[in-house]
């Protein structure tokens, strides 16, 4: 590739920190600062060196290395303009010429080879609208499907076994059977997948590289860099993402419960006793100089969750339902319960855990009637009638649920009852605000007995459980 222009790097910098920051890093200036430090140690000479120096300084948690990694493609990138490669074999290469470099490369686990292979593919078969306009791109979908890399499994493990056919011979003659060679089969696949999947990010990185020399990095970065895991929404989110958020249950449980036990020491120091308080206070002239606690009663709450587990809200659901079993051991009793429009609890299945939690509850839980539909004020009605017993003085109740009742009766008067009766009740909504009363959606109805809050991610969950749920 050609040379990067000369340019300001400060100011590349301080834009760089900014992109970050839209998509969710926390990043100001003390981190901009360090940055600053790291570029003028290690220099721009080498530009892997230099990525790790900035993410050490700029990236804090986990779930962002992803998302950090795509902004500084925009904007430190390995050159610009049309790669050298691609412009010296643009001439002499078709598509079955690329599918068969490609081929070879996966079979060889040759990097520098697959990036070369991204670059060409994007310039020939990656280019939308027209060039030189506002519309114009490059788009990492369309070569992918005129490339289809991943029907060149079979081929690429044919180029592998012609290869090292000898050795894998070998191999198998001297185990005596065939359970070595099958194992050594379904790495070497598993081995092209990974290579397949690289290749992808390699076309998808470089179609944003030169989408952004063309329309701008900010734009780019707006539309084609995604967030961080913290703020995918849990109603758009697809199933890789609930993936990426069910892997950060246990390292987030953690880090909560270590928050929760800190203000649970600092609520345990007990309430200040005025009589003993103003008999102090009489050796200094009547100013209460050095105030007395009562002696503290420590106690932890009980938790009671009624989910809805219908539609796109069963994600946010278990999500939620994983991240409060992780927290257990901060509360002196947890019951879980779910609903569609019955209400039934499922606290032995959310304690044995596993990944198809919504699928189990379906299966095994009674939470449907005669239809399918969400109906908040039947699934209330079922629990005042037969779990009212769960709630008490030292219960926080949480609902789970975006409120949408499809113009059903809402039976206000059972959630009322059911406030009353517990210490404090919340409801976490995770439809953003705005939608809140439009269509079937009576939000702001039940907001005026229980207190809602938006929760539409994990960061949004994270400060909920951290200063809003009692300990």
Known sequence: ??????????????????????????AGTSETVDAAAVVQVLGMSDRSQLREGLASAL????????VFDMTFDL??????????????????????????LLAMALAEEDLRTLEQVAELAVDLLGQV????????????????ERLRPQTLLVQALQQRGQGGGGQGQGRSQGGGSGGGSEFTDRLER??????????????????RRRTAELRGRDTVTRHAVRTGTDRIDFLSANKQQLEELGRIVRPLSRKLATRLAARRRKANRGRIDIRRTLRRSMSTGGVPMHPVHAKPHPSRPELVLMCDVSGSVSGFSS????LVQA????????????????????????????????????????????????????????FHAEHMTAVGPRTAVLILGDARNNNQDPNLAALHEINQRARRTFWLNPEHSMRWGLGDSIAPTYAEIVEMHECCNVDQLTKFITRLLPV
């Open 1 to 26: 590739m050609t040379a990067p222009p000369e340019q300001d790097l400060a100011g590349r910098l301080v834009e760089f920190v900014a992109a970050l920051r839209s998509k969710g890093i926390p």
């Open 319 to 322: 999500f939620t339902m994983h």
């Open 129 to 144: 609208g027209t060039e030189g306009t506002a519309t114009g791109g490059w788009s990492a979908y369309q070569t992918l």
């Open 75 to 100: 904007y430190f990138p390995a050159g610009v303009g049309v790669p050298e490669a691609a412009r010296a074999m643009a001439q002499d290469f078709d598509i079955e010429d690329l599918r068969d």
């Open 327 to 382: 927290l257990s051991g901060q509360f002196s009793k947890v019951r879980v319960y779910a609903f569609v429009n019955a209400m039934a609890e499922v606290t032995d299945l959310v304690k044995d855990g596993g990944d198809d939690l919504a699928g189990r509850i379906a299966r095994e839980a009674h939470i449907t009637k005669w239809h399918t539909s969400s109906d908040y004020g039947e699934a209330f009605a079922d």
């Open 190 to 207: 598993d081995e092209v997948r990974q290579n397949v999947d690289r290749f992808r990010a390699l076309v998808a990185t470089e179609a």
């Open 59 to 66: 990236v804090r948690r986990g779930g962002q290395r992803d």
